[in-house]
């Protein structure tokens, strides 16, 4: 069994007061700044063009590729989910004499939470082995719940993918929107990023940094292009594209990528 290890720290009305009588302040870490990233998907701003467009599919597959390797990263919202209480989660409430009370999205009080999860490993035993790495994230949540961006970042990690053996080392932060909810984390509509750090898929090893996307249609990637980005999108249909003027649907087989009349061969 994974273990997971959490901290939580609350403010004034969750804890209780201070010597003085008064609140005892707590200061919430900063996260990281998401804003480019998320903006990046919702309106990409560079363009898929017939000069760029070999190298560009070249980098998406690449980049493709890993984010399935790690499953799309959809298991992190369980590890965050863990904090609200559940069969792997361990871990210590730390306060003065009134309990913080979190639970699916609901709060009183304001913080943050650090958790310290334990890899699975590449054999899938039950129970925990600090030689398979761990991950550590960090919350930070008001009476409004928890806040838009968690982050944190892979130590060894080691994980197995469907019988690919994963060994994450990045830092990452992830874009949850304003409606987490610890009881029923939900690991759709989420933005990842993936920085400084390595990915090691099998015998494998992909050093750049990594952004993707989770969402009911299925997995996405951000592609660097000249003035901007362009999102990978692999559809049941098609390869999207997705630039600053529109969506191009892409036939691999065929080496040709369209949008209305206009056609891009590669």
């Keep these: 069994m994974m273990r997971t290890r959490i901290f939580w720290a609350g403010a004034a009305a969750a804890l209780g007061l201070a010597a003085c009588g008064g609140p005892e302040p707590i200061e919430q870490p900063t996260p990281p700044d998401m804003r480019e990233t998320v903006q990046g998907f919702a309106a990409p701003r560079g363009r898929f063009t017939q000069d760029t467009a070999g190298e560009v599919l070249d980098d998406a597959l690449e980049r493709f590729g890993v984010a399935s390797g790690i499953g799309g990263l959809g298991f992190l919202p369980g590890i965050v989910g863990g904090a609200g209480g559940g069969e792997t989660a361990e871990g210590e409430l730390r306060s003065h004499e009134q309990p913080l009370a979190l639970g ?19 054999e899938g035993g039950t129970t925990p082995d600090p030689a398979d790495g761990s991950v550590g994230l960090t919350a930070n949540f008001s009476d409004a719940g928890i806040e838009p961006v ?117």
Excluded: M, Y
Aim: charged share 20%; hydrophobic share 45%; proline share 4%.
């Design 150 to 266: 968690i982050w944190g970042g892979f130590n060894a990690c080691r994980w197995d993918f469907d019988g690919v053996q994963a060994e994450l080392e990045p830092d990452v932060a992830f874009f949850v929107g304003d409606a987490f909810n610890l009881e029923a984390p939900d690991a759709s509509n989420l933005v990842f990023a993936l920085t400084n750090g390595t990915i090691a898929l099998d015998d494998q090893l992909f050093t750049q940094n990594l952004e993707l996307s989770l969402t009911d249609g299925g997995l996405a990637v951000l592609v660097d292009v000249p003035g901007g980005e362009v999102v990978f999108a692999p559809t049941e249909a098609a390869i999207e594209i997705r630039d600053a003027d529109g969506t191009w649907l892409c036939d691999l087989e065929a080496g040709q990528c369209a949008r209305g009349s206009d056609t891009i061969s590669f």
């Design 104 to 122: 699916g999205s609901t709060f009183e009080g304001e913080g943050f939470i650090t958790i310290k999860h334990t890899c699975p490993g590449w």
